[in-house]
């Protein structure tokens, strides 16, 4: 939107505020989770830029929250920095142990939601599909009910089916959590599928499993993998559910940043914050790669 | 067209039939009826995995709203005297004599402490009451009345006996009435409960008013920044909408611990404050842990719902409209106001309507950045899980919650429509 010829004194002073007013709103946006990371590196156990921070003085940095991540909880940890050592980080230090919790429970949750999901999916964009708008209503409820609500929900009916405190019981929890988006993404991929591609694979004698493996599935692929990783951030940010039904031992990393920012917070706090940004960050540099890829393959342009 | 159906109306009752012979109606019904089939039975699996998973929990959670068998299940036959008799009835030798096996029963079954709780619902400061005498009930002998109210004199409050003749119901509506501030008195009419028990629909009231004013500032923010993001060549909106999107996909216990870093009174925006002279260090603002935190906070954390929605209803206004009003004498504001903004509207609504929804049922921001004031009804649900354990009242606000939030999304779904909801 380029400034007319036209435009009086006045507009002129309006598109520069505009384009101001625009620039604060932006940093309003961006500036609270980039500000983390500079302090993740603050060697005091402050929350705030210290005078040599701001003097970019290096002793005023350090890796030391980093170190915690790894050190706390070991059972050893001023013991010699040898493979031993490395293994008791691996099997003891707490930020370790909840990643790879979050990790487990994350990857499967995803693999449950995105099958169902696809497979929904497909049959939800089929035209024929009888009652759509209602049962879309539900598969998408999920994501509107609020989680508090749903963590009450599990809490009562994991208790009476002996799930609580288990693996299988938050990983289905998840699952229903992270269903709308992969039904959500994939939906609007199909919606400029051509169908015809089908239909031309069926007239050359292709079954309906290898029309779907080998027509429908690369093409669709893109908006799959983007629910996935919808999923899977769903899954490896929830904390309410997991406060609610999970073990006194099951930790994952939000329980264990929520347990932090309640009780004591520590820049250790600041450090994982730092690591998730950069998760997040590649994780939507692949989004928007896939995106594009999947736009390119259906011929949408502008 | 006409010689072709003639050609397929080959039999000589003259009705059009496939080749094998069937009526063409009846084999086309049963086709679409097969396809129809097919694309239920896609859907099936999962419908299946969420009635599992969501529906039935959630069933579970309305059913303990309504249900609480902690005197009825461990007072039997009080419960049963009870329902042998008028509501009012004072309380007779017989009653006392079901008082007392009843509280024998429960202090062997080491119940008593329950039955206690589910009469503390409804009237505080009982639960002791049952305590200590559940610890005496071994020693009762008749007459039981003197030898109960020897015990604790009580016993005797007629107050007492009306709650308890309510609560020996597994099912009532107590649970709805007190999450609307609402009670029955001893004869059973709903009145409004005590002052100092009046709480939820100040919670609710609370909750609606921040949803909506975060809803207002979202709008507010998120307009100017989905229109230029509309309005710039797709290439650099692409590039900034890199900044619209990364926080969208920033945990969010990450975006409100930057929060807490950036307003607490040591934190970044109350030190350039000091540093640049603009207050002093003792007038340092309190601006995290209360209301003005979480709306912050939540602004930040739902700002891209609002923006998202915008964006795609923006997308496609052909900017020539606007050119067209001004080249017929508009002013730029007329423009915006007659032209422009009327065809933002179904973006508007998507946005704020998400935005409000997602607002009202927020627990984790509030909870931890929230302090007294700024908590929400979500919280109090989890207050009354986790710490006060009164589960079938934390069920009954969530069923009113939850009432509420499908109303708004039954409406999201008639002005919006489910399928347009689009993430990025």
């Given amino acids: 939107m380029a400034l007319p010829v036209y435009a009086s004194p006045l507009e002129r002073l309006w598109y520069y505020t505009y384009r101001v007013i625009c620039a604060l709103i932006f940093l309003f946006l961006i500036a609270p989770i980039l500000i983390v990371i500079p302090l993740s590196f603050n060697i005091e156990p402050y929350f705030t830029f210290t005078e040599k921070m701001l003097a970019l003085d290096p002793t005023g940095y350090s890796l030391r929250w980093y170190d915690t991540l790894l050190t706390f909880g070991m059972a050893n940890p001023e013991a010699p920095r040898t493979t031993a050592w490395w293994v008791d980080v691996w099997n003891n230090a707490a930020w370790v142990r909840a990643a790879k919790n979050s990790v487990i429970i994350g990857v499967s949750s995803t693999l449950v939601a995105t099958v169902l999901g696809t497979v929904a999916a497909l049959g939800l964009s089929r035209p024929e599909m009888p009652f759509r708008r209602a049962i879309m209503a539900v598969l998408i409820s999920p994501m509107i009910v609020p989680i508090i609500i749903t963590a009450t929900g599990l809490f009562f009916f994991y208790s009476s089916t002996g799930l609580a405190g288990s693996y299988p019981g938050i990983i289905l929890a998840h699952a229903t959590l992270g269903i709308p988006f992969v039904i959500i993404t994939v939906t609007a991929t199909l919606i400029g599928f051509d169908r015809s591609l089908t239909r031309a694979a069926a007239s050359l004698g292709a079954s309906p499993t290898t029309t779907f493996f080998k027509v429908t599935m690369p093409l669709i692929l893109p908006g799959v993998i983007s629910g996935a990783l919808f999923a899977f951030v769903t899954s490896f940010d929830e904390v309410v559910v997991v406060l609610f039904v999970a073990a006194h031992d099951q930790q994952t990393i939000p329980r264990q940043m929520w347990n932090g920012i309640r009780e004591q917070i520590s820049p250790a706090i600041l450090s994982v914050a730092t690591i998730l940004v950069i998760v997040s960050v590649a994780l939507l540099a692949t989004v928007e790669i896939l995106r594009r890829r999947s736009e390119r393959l259906r011929g949408v342009t502008g | ?424």
Wanted: glycine share 8%; with cysteine.
């Fill in chain 2, 1 to 424: 067209m006409a010689d072709a159906t003639a050609d397929l109306a080959a039999e000589p009752t003259g009705r059009l039939t496939t080749a094998d012979g069937r009526p063409l109606k009846t084999a086309l019904a049963r086709a679409q009826a097969r396809a129809r089939r097919r694309a239920f039975l896609l859907v099936l699996p999962l419908l299946l995995f969420i009635l599992v998973t969501f529906i039935v929990p959630i069933g579970q959670m309305l059913h303990r709203s309504i249900h609480n068998d902690g005197f009825s299940a461990n007072m039997p036959l009080l419960s049963q005297w009870f329902a042998r008799t008028e509501p009012g009835t004072a309380p007779d030798e017989a009653a006392y004599a079901a008082l007392a096996a009843d509280l024998q029963a429960a202090a062997k079954a080491k119940t008593v402490g329950v039955v206690g709780t589910r009469v503390n619902y409804e009237m505080p400061g009982t639960r002791s009451l049952f305590t200590s005498t559940g610890r005496k009930a071994r020693g009762f002998e008749p007459p039981y009345r003197e030898a109960i109210l020897q015990a604790d004199p009580k016993w005797a409050d007629p107050t007492l006996w009306g709650t308890m003749r309510q609560v020996s119901q597994a099912y009532s509506p107590n649970f709805f009435l007190a999450a609307v501030d609402l009670a029955r008195d001893n004869e059973g009419n709903i009145v409004q409960a005590p002052p100092e028990r009046r709480v939820y629909l100040m919670l609710f009231q609370r909750t609606f008013l921040i949803a909506g004013l975060i809803t207002v500032l979202c709008l507010l923010l998120g307009f100017p920044v989905a229109h230029l993001l509309a309005t710039l060549p797709l290439r650099a909106s692409n590039l900034l909408m890199i900044l619209v999107l990364l926080p969208f996909w920033t945990s969010l216990l990450v975006r409100t611990t930057s929060w807490i870093v950036l307003l607490q009174g040591q934190g970044v925006v109350n030190n350039t404050l000091v540093a640049t002279g603009l207050i002093t260090d003792q007038n340092r603002m309190q601006m995290i842990y209360n209301q003005t935190g979480t709306i912050i906070a939540m602004t930040h954390i739902l700002l891209p719902f609002m923006i998202l929605p915008l964006y795609s209803v923006m997308r496609p206004i052909p900017p020539t409209y606007v050119r067209a009003a001004r080249s017929l004498g508009a002013s730029s504001w007329t423009a915006f106001r007659r032209v422009y903004l009327p065809q933002t509207l179904p973006g508007i609504g998507a946005g704020a309507l998400l935005v409000f929804i997602l607002g009202v049922g927020y627990y984790i921001t509030p909870a931890l950045v929230g302090g007294a004031s700024g908590q929400l009804i979500s919280n109090l649900i989890a207050f009354h899980m986790q710490d006060s354990l009164n589960w079938s009242l934390a069920a009954a606000l969530a069923a009113v919650l939850l009432g509420l939030v499908l109303i708004l999304y039954w409406l999201y779904d008639r002005l919006v429509g489910i399928d347009n909801l689009k993430l990025g």
